[in-house]
């Protein structure tokens, strides 16, 4: 097994901050401000569980040219150092009172004075990550700077993925693939499910995951009904239909797939979901090619989900990104129109409602390449395995 290098090469970073200066000065902006995790993880390197805690926040600035200016609390300036960034300005946080907004200020004042245009994410699935009166504060006191959405310009860049990163998402997906593999002897008749949950939380890091800081499912005679509640003590029985969900990580980075399987035995009606759900898979797979659309990936799982259930388990979507974050831009729906291209990683994860309130969801990760999506996750089973 050979795992690939942590980190980035600063190359990297210098590509990602290149790109976005391109995208800047095609919209006339002059820079971006970026202050939550992935993004600011995304173009400086600075990789850390330390933003779990909001009592402070981060700040990054990407100006049109130069590199990236960091402007952080000090306890973060170390490990700051250690990455490509270099103009590194810190304050003693948590300060309530100026809580880094003065360091601000001083940045962005020079681009105020000019009647410049700075970028702040401002779309679906982002938010701003500090608090909203020292944000008021800030816009206050830079009175002639405009602040435009930067989302697109973000989102863009962060939707294709370099070699370096799709070289990380394929190790994580072995190792949740290898996880997954060994449920057949980790669960039983009689187990608890939330001891499964912690079996399969340790199997992940046994594997070599970083953390398994997602995982979810469920189990149920015949079906289950929800795939979000915490486990319970619920054992194991015959005839249940087990789902497991995991999002593990390794240096950063996210598989988000399932697996289902059936307990001593399967019902005819879990099986022929079983089916329609992997062959859904099977069509969307063949359609994740360069120059189709997030909306072309919906239909050709739905057309195959309509064989039986019209709604497809009406969860909104039938998958989405994948990366840094455990979900990512876009989203495979009936609305999104986002061009699929070559190096997106994604998710297909058809679902369907069958029986008396019963769903079934089958979820597999992606790389899509000139000639079409080669599989990160390995392939499940085309059907229902039973324990």
Not at 116 to 130: A, D, P, W
Not at 134 to 148: P, S
Not at 298 to 319: C, K, P, S, T, Y
């Amino acid at each position: 097994m050979n795992v690939p290098p942590r980190g980035f090469h600063k190359e990297e970073f210098a590509a990602r901050s290149a790109a976005a200066q391109a995208k800047m000065a095609q919209t006339g902006m002059a820079g971006l401000l970026l202050t939550t995790e992935p993004e600011v993880r995304y173009f400086s390197g600075f990789h850390t569980l330390f933003w779990q805690s909001p009592t402070r926040p981060w700040f990054l600035f990407v100006p049109a040219t130069g590199k990236p200016i960091a402007i952080i609390p000090e306890i973060g300036a170390d490990l700051m150092r250690r990455t490509w960034i270099t103009d590194i300005r810190t304050w003693s946080a948590p300060a309530p009172a100026d809580d880094g907004i003065g360091l601000l200020t001083d940045l962005l004042t020079p681009y105020a004075e000019r009647g410049e245009t700075i970028g702040l994410m401002k779309g679906h699935e982002t938010h701003l990550r500090m608090p909203l009166g020292d944000y008021e504060r800030l816009m206050t006191g830079l009175k002639g700077l405009a602040i435009a959405d930067a989302t697109q310009i973000v989102r863009g860049l962060r939707m294709v993925k370099s070699e370096a990163e799709i070289e990380k998402l394929a190790h994580i997906c072995a190792i949740g693939s290898r996880t997954f593999s060994r449920v057949p002897e980790i669960a039983h008749e009689g187990q608890p499910l939330e001891d499964l949950f912690r079996a399969c939380r340790r199997e992940g890091l046994a594997q070599g995951a970083d953390d398994v800081p997602y995982l979810v499912g469920g189990a149920d005679n015949g079906g289950y009904h929800d795939v979000i509640s915490p486990p319970s003590r619920r054992p194991l029985a015959r005839g249940d239909i087990l789902m497991l969900d995991t999002g593990a990580n390794w240096d950063g980075y996210f598989c988000d797939f399932d697996r289902n399987w059936a307990i001593g035995s399967a019902d005819d009606a879990s099986r022929r979901a079983y089916d329609v759900l992997w062959r859904a898979t099977e069509a969307g797979i063949a359609a994740a090619r360069p120059g189709a659309t997030c909306r072309d990936l919906f239909h050709a799982m739905q057309n195959v989900i309509a064989e039986l259930d019209d709604e497809g388990g009406d969860v909104g979507r039938l998958g989405h990104g994948l990366g840094m974050q455990l979900t990512e831009w876009p989203s495979h729906t009936s609305w999104d129109k986002t061009e699929i291209t070559e190096n997106m990683v994604l998710t297909l994860e058809p679902s369907l409602g069958y029986g008396e309130g019963r769903i079934m969801v089958h979820e597999e990760n992606i790389v899509v390449r000139a000639g079409g999506a080669d599989l990160l996750s390995e392939r499940a089973a085309p059907e229902l395995p039973i324990i």
